[in-house]
């Protein structure tokens, strides 16, 4: 039986880092839930890319790569090469909305595309295409 695997967005890691953060508790106790379980933790490169952007400019260089070479490092990094790309793009432009992000859609492409159903993240966007928040 394969383990279970869960989807890790950019508004879990911020969470993670930032004390400050209201989801900071909350994402703090599913991460030591996930890591107990042996559960397969997943992001994608543009994850890491926005997260290490957001964290950088927010909480500054030391976090970054503090996260980088601590959380990062335990979690499956899944690249999206042209074909996950250019399926995004074509997501992204046919929901056109403002505040869905090209990152959003590559995620729901990449879980789609891995049989990834449950999400460890904040983002309502993942819940409004069918998929599962993690909660325990």
Do not use: P
């Amino acid at each position: 039986m394969s383990k279970e695997k869960v989807f890790i967005d950019t508004s879990a890691f911020y969470a993670l880092m930032d004390r400050a953060d209201i989801c900071h508790a909350r994402a703090k106790k599913l991460w030591h839930i996930l890591l107990n379980n042996g559960t397969s933790v997943v992001t994608s490169n543009y994850i890491s890319i926005k997260t290490m952007a957001l964290l950088q400019n927010r909480l500054g260089f030391e976090a970054a790569n503090l996260w980088y070479s601590d959380i990062l490092g335990i979690v499956k990094v899944i690249w999206a090469n042209k074909i996950i790309h250019k399926t995004a793009y074509d997501l992204w432009v046919s929901f056109g909305r403002r505040k869905l992000s090209l990152v959003d859609c590559t995620s729901f492409v990449i879980m789609n595309k891995y049989k990834i159903s449950k999400i460890f993240g904040f983002d309502k966007h993942f819940i409004e295409q069918g998929f599962i928040q993690h909660d325990s």
